[in-house]
């Protein structure tokens, strides 16, 4: 089995690189084998609502120039998902925001290539605004109908300059205990193949407010 974890910072080994480590590090302990992608520090436009995705349905999105189609493949070769950011204006930075709106929505409309993966989401922030960026990761999540391993707190890490999240003891101790039950949530999810059937997935009913 393999995870693959998004770096969202544009620090490559900043916090939210420390962070993913705690958690991948306890992956890596239970026979896991980990990943880790740094995206923050990539130029990734946003999706331009083109449609093409949904039209073409061939795993792609249509902006080639940047690594996002590649990141989609990864993420479908992957058992597990873990989503990592920083705290921008107590939101997920921009850059880990264009590559979630584009691979999720490719994911989405091919099938739902994520269904019952397994997906996580950490975050590292200075003082506060963590809460609203981690349940902005979990939304792309539960969207995309993927099992969500939890910790014994919210998956939020406190630290100001690259490495200062290894001091927030309690930080680290959520990050190893949500490393620990992704990694059992994993093998309950493959033990379980074959042996008990999925649900049947249901195609999408659409609802507009304003008809």
Known sequence: MKVVAFNGSPNAKGNTWHALTMVTDELEKEGIATEIVHVGN???RGCLACGQCFKKRNEQCIQTEDPVNEWIQLMKGADGILLGSPVHYSA??????SFLDRAFYVTGCNGSMLRHKVGAAVVAVRRSGGLPAF??????LCYSEMLLPTS???????GARPGEVTKDEE?????RTLGRNMAWLMKLVEHGKGAIAPPAPESKVWMNFIR
Request: hydrophobic share 50%; aromatic share 12%.
């Open 92 to 97: 997920v930075a921009g850059t880990m925001k």
């Open 135 to 140: 349940n902005q990761l979990n939304n792309f």
């Open 42 to 44: 990539k130029a990734v």
């Open 171 to 175: 930080g680290m101790q959520i990050m």
């Open 152 to 158: 014994n707190y919210w998956h939020v890490i406190h």
